[in-house]
């Protein structure tokens, strides 16, 4: 009796496999899009609270390699940086891109606060302040918990003014800095203009005064940027003056004629000029990015930056 039984069950087993086997494979032919389900539920069976396979060689490799997907998310972006001249044309614009990056910022300038209506310049991560650079106490307070420091300090005058205020002032600035042991400093120099050199020879002195100070105080953070013409809409006073009107087609035009600034004397007057929003982005950059390398980037080094920026 106990053998007869015995027989009887397993042949009912072998029924339910192979009924199951002809469901599959009906579904299979039927529904192809179904069968990776149909095959997993007829693989599982729960016994004692585990998961167990009734099948050895049926597992689909799809489904048995797949891992989940690693999602990489950038870091919050952190630190307080100082904008030397924050409330010029190239420092505003800074100080802006600095903001809506998540930054805190500090601007230091003989006149403080400068009269913008924008919004960011009223936003509690913007700190305006007064100072004089060619008084370099006037720095130490400034420098309270700075991480980076962006200088745009420059001007034009007689060749004596503009050797201070173009070197003597940051060279300054770039010396309190180190000793405050901020990590990196970036400066706003100036692309060579050859004959343009001898003419504004104070104003080009400073600025390469200013860059070996830089280099000998910062030689693995220290990022100098030399731009030609910059260009966007400046205000002076009350008055926007639209300077990409001539400078966005000449940067459009002398993109191409790099060859040409290698020609004796006037080759630099073909440097293209470079808009003032992508000398911010990149100076940001440098800022805050220890992957952007110590040393100087002229502007077909800032244009390419800004494209991988905006990739």
Known sequence: MKTILSHLLRSRSSFHKSRDAVNFMLCKDRCPHVT??????AMLVKKDGRLLSTTSNMVDESI??????????????TGKILVLGGNGFVGSHICREAI?????????SRSGR??????????????????????????KDALSGVTSVISCIGGFGSNSHMYRINGTANINAVRAAADQGVERFVYISAADFGLVNYILQGYYEG?????????????HGGVILRPGFIHGTRRVGRIKLPLSVIGAPLEMLLQYAKPL????????????????TSVAKVAVKAAIDPSVPSGILDVYKI???VTELSA
Do not use: Q
């Open 303 to 305: 244009r390419k930056y």
């Open 100 to 108: 809506e990056y998540g930054l805190a910022v500090c601007s230091l």
């Open 36 to 41: 990776h389900t149909y095959l997993f539920n």
């Open 64 to 77: 048995k390699g797949e891992k989940p997907e690693r999602v990489k998310v950038s870091p919050l972006p």
């Open 261 to 276: 600034t290698h020609i004796p004397l006037v080759g630099p007057l073909f440097i293209p000029p470079v808009k003032v």
């Open 207 to 219: 600025k390469r005064a200013t860059e070996r100070e830089l280099l000998a105080k910062y030689p």
């Open 114 to 139: 400068p009269s913008l209506c924008d919004s960011w310049a009223d936003s509690e991560s913007m700190i305006w302040l007064r100072g004089d650079l060619l008084s370099p106490d006037s720095m």
